[in-house]
């Protein structure tokens, strides 16, 4: 597989990439119970510079009796796009940047653990427990300037980090009601010379817990209710914990003074977003067309109108002691995006 990509960056410039791939993989029954599948991945990137990888990869199942399995698994990953994402508490700024000369492709190895269980062919369990190393990862600097830069790659430092956790799943496959519940326990951290005085941190998308359940149930016929219900830990963002006042200007106008304030940060990721939830739901009516199939949907997303946290902005809290843009207080808001969304949607097939 090949691909050309064009980044284009919000100051305008762009960058051009070319990728490719080549891969193979097989399954070997070793026994009647044991399963492997071996394959490597070998990948070409060229920006300026041109990288190449070898991404090997092997699972194995193997079958304890007929409705229970285990398996594990290994991969290494080399990627050569970047999510570079922020962790300010105002609105997020994530660029897709690819690397370069002086920006090396990650690097991850995951190693996993689980298991299978079939219940009488009505419930299925699944578990699986993970770790990912990762190194060679890019975030953005203290201090970086982030607009209308046209040296982005020099607001860039280079770390490594750590995936780990466990999900399990629960699986109703038979009768009426059927759905599923699933349950990550997670902790995803980095580590950055420049960044934390070096020290480990979670970065914006560490998520502790995450819940999701979801259900079907026909009403009727022609009609099935369909819900589901999302939960997660928020994310973990930067707060400033005070400002620093520093003099722009002697100030010539009504006898003002002005001054500019820069946030202090006494840490990465010293605080979490709200909790995250949400429900959806909706009702299908299956139509009888003269030709092909068709189904009317009436849904609701965020059913009971959560207003969950998209990021936090600080409210100045102004005075009038003549010295101009050096409000005595931040009053943090949380700034939410969608309330309920009903809608209808209508597909047909022929």
Same mark, same amino acid.
């Given at each position: 597989?090949?691909?050309?990509?064009?980044?284009?960056?919000?100051?305008?410039? @762009?960058?051009?990439?070319?990728? !490719?791939?080549?891969?193979?993989?097989? @399954?070997?029954?070793?026994?009647?119970?044991? /399963?492997?599948?071996?394959?490597? /991945?070998?990948?070409?990137?060229?920006?300026?510079?041109?990288?190449?990888?070898?991404?090997?990869?092997?699972? !194995?199942?193997?079958?304890?009796?007929? %409705?229970?399995?285990?398996? !594990?698994?290994?991969?290494? &990953?080399?990627?050569?796009?970047?999510?570079?994402?922020?962790?300010?508490?105002?609105?997020?700024?994530?660029?897709?940047?690819?690397?370069?000369?002086?920006?090396?492709?990650?690097?991850? @190895?995951?190693?996993?653990?689980?298991?299978?269980?079939?219940?009488?062919?009505?419930?299925?369990?699944?578990?699986?427990?993970?770790?990912?190393? &990762?190194?060679?990862? +890019? @975030?953005?600097?203290?201090?970086?300037?982030?607009? +209308?830069?046209? %040296?982005?790659?020099?607001?860039?430092?280079?770390?490594?980090?750590?995936?780990?956790?466990?999900?399990?799943?629960?699986?109703?496959?038979?009768?009426?009601? /059927?759905?599923?519940?699933?349950?990550?326990?997670?902790?995803?951290?980095?580590?950055?010379?420049?960044?934390?005085?070096?020290?480990?941190?979670?970065?914006?998308?560490?998520?502790?817990?995450?819940?999701?359940?979801?259900?079907?149930?026909?009403? !009727?016929?022609?009609?099935?209710?369909?819900?589901?219900?999302?939960?997660?830990?928020?994310?973990?963002? #930067?707060?400033?914990?005070?400002?620093?006042?520093?003099?722009?200007?002697?100030?010539?106008?009504?006898?003002?003074?002005?001054?500019?304030? #820069?946030?202090?940060?006494?840490?990465? #990721?010293?605080? /979490? &977003?709200?909790?995250?939830?949400?429900?959806?739901?909706?009702?299908?009516?299956?139509?009888?067309?003269?030709?092909?199939?068709?189904?009317?949907?009436?849904?609701?997303?965020?059913?009971?109108?959560?207003?969950?946290?998209?990021?936090?902005?600080?409210?100045?809290?102004?005075?009038?002691?003549?010295?101009?843009?050096?409000?005595?207080?931040?009053?943090?808001?949380?700034?939410?995006?969608?309330?309920?969304?009903?809608?209808?949607?209508? %597909?047909?097939?022929?």
């Amino acid at each position: 597989d090949s691909e050309q990509a064009t980044e284009t960056l919000s100051k305008g410039e @762009d960058l051009n990439s070319r990728e !490719a791939g080549i891969y193979f993989a097989d @399954d070997w029954d070793i026994t009647k119970k044991l /399963r492997v599948n071996v394959g490597t /991945r070998f990948t070409l990137f060229s920006n300026g510079k041109t990288y190449s990888g070898i991404e090997p990869r092997a699972s !194995a199942r193997y079958l304890v009796h007929d %409705n229970f399995s285990i398996k !594990a698994s290994y991969a290494r &990953m080399q990627q050569y796009k970047h999510l570079v994402a922020s962790s300010g508490a105002s609105l997020p700024t994530d660029i897709w940047y690819p690397s370069t000369q002086k920006i090396k492709p990650e690097i991850s @190895d995951q190693a996993s653990l689980g298991f299978t269980w079939n219940i009488n062919n009505k419930f299925l369990i699944t578990s699986e427990g993970y770790y990912k190393w &990762m190194r060679q990862l +890019v @975030d953005y600097k203290p201090g970086a300037s982030l607009l +209308v830069n046209e %040296n982005l790659e020099n607001e860039f430092v280079f770390g490594r980090g750590n995936s780990y956790g466990s999900e399990i799943t629960f699986e109703k496959t038979a009768g009426k009601l /059927r759905g599923w519940i699933g349950y990550t326990l997670a902790w995803t951290t980095r580590q950055f010379d420049a960044i934390n005085n070096g020290k480990m941190f979670y970065p914006r998308f560490d998520r502790r817990h995450e819940l999701s359940v979801v259900a079907s149930y026909p009403l !009727a016929r022609r009609l099935t209710f369909s819900g589901s219900w999302t939960f997660y830990t928020g994310n973990a963002v #930067s707060l400033p914990t005070g400002r620093t006042i520093g003099i722009d200007a002697p100030g010539t106008l009504d006898n003002n003074t002005f001054f500019n304030l #820069s946030p202090v940060y006494p840490e990465r #990721s010293n605080y /979490r &977003m709200p909790d995250y939830h949400r429900l959806d739901v909706g009702i299908i009516l299956k139509l009888r067309p003269k030709r092909g199939s068709a189904d009317l949907t009436f849904s609701a997303y965020n059913a009971y109108s959560r207003l969950n946290a998209y990021f936090i902005a600080f409210e100045a809290i102004e005075n009038n002691d003549g010295m101009v843009g050096t409000p005595t207080g931040f009053n943090p808001r949380a700034i939410t995006l969608f309330p309920i969304i009903p809608s209808i949607t209508y %597909n047909f097939k022929f």
